[in-house]
């Protein structure tokens, strides 16, 4: 089944301590991205990833860092999570023209206290 | 980055109503998808517009591309609780990335 997969799906955490958010596709799409979804503001990308290796800033990448050293994987870390971090975070995967469908991962709800 | 503006914001309707959801932007997109989420689930691809005035159905949901591919509706009939959802918008310019509009939470009551 062709899909998206991202870990862990909820997680409470306290400020500055390191975390990763893991993500895999299976469907050896070149096109990776991380988005963050917050109420009144819609889906925002954090980070993109047009091959392996090959990694640029979206809109809001401040406080992320992320590689891709497979082109299955993109994990998203964030080094020192900071309160403003709270949000809902999906990973998706796609074909590298713009056109084409993007497939999302089910979420990953980040607490930071 | 491009913005595009959905209307409206909120949306509650009785089942077997009528109802258009709208996206503009004062940009020209190249191609723009429509996509819908449900709770605790990523957005899930509905259509891709591509050629200005393209009108595509899906059962009972019609998407219309502007002719100047600045916009699109969403049209839905007769609506269902199933189609529940937030409905969102993005569009595709010159580069790789697309631009979310904010999105149409729907409420369809039985």
């Known amino acids: 089944e062709a899909q998206v997969t991202q870990n862990p799906r909820y997680l409470i955490t306290v400020t500055g301590k390191k975390l990763t958010v893991t993500c895999s596709q299976n469907?050896?799409?070149?096109?990776m991205s991380w988005y963050r979804q917050d109420p009144g503001l819609g889906l925002r990308q954090i980070y993109y990833?047009?091959?392996?290796?090959?990694?640029d800033k979206g809109d809001v990448p401040e406080g992320y860092k992320v590689s891709r050293k497979e082109k299955r994987n993109f994990p998203l870390i964030l080094e020192s999570p900071s309160p403003n971090q709270t949000s809902l975070y999906f990973c998706?995967?796609?074909?590298?023209?713009?056109?084409?469908?993007?497939?999302f991962g089910p979420g990953t709800r980040l607490t930071v206290t | 980055t491009q913005l595009l503006e959905q209307s409206p914001q909120f949306l509650s309707i009785q089942e077997g109503e009528n109802l258009t959801v709208y996206c503009n932007s004062s940009?020209?997109?190249?191609?723009l998808q429509w996509y819908r989420q449900e709770p605790g689930e990523g957005p899930v691809l509905l259509v891709t517009?591509?050629?200005?005035?393209e009108v595509k159905k899906l059962k009972r949901l019609t998407f219309q591309f502007g002719d100047a591919r600045k916009d699109s509706s969403l049209h839905i009939t007769a609506a269902q609780p199933g189609d529940t959802g937030l409905y969102l918008c993005?569009?595709?310019?010159?580069?790789?990335?697309?631009?979310f509009g904010k999105g149409t939470s729907l409420l369809v009551t039985p």
């Open positions: 469907m050896n799409h070149e096109y």
């Open positions: 517009v591509v050629t200005g005035g």
């Open positions: 993005a569009g595709a310019s010159s580069g790789y990335a697309l631009n």
């Open positions: 998706a995967s796609r074909l590298m023209g713009s056109s084409y469908e993007q497939y």
């Open positions: 990833s047009m091959n392996v290796e090959v990694t």
């Open positions: 940009s020209v997109f190249s191609s």
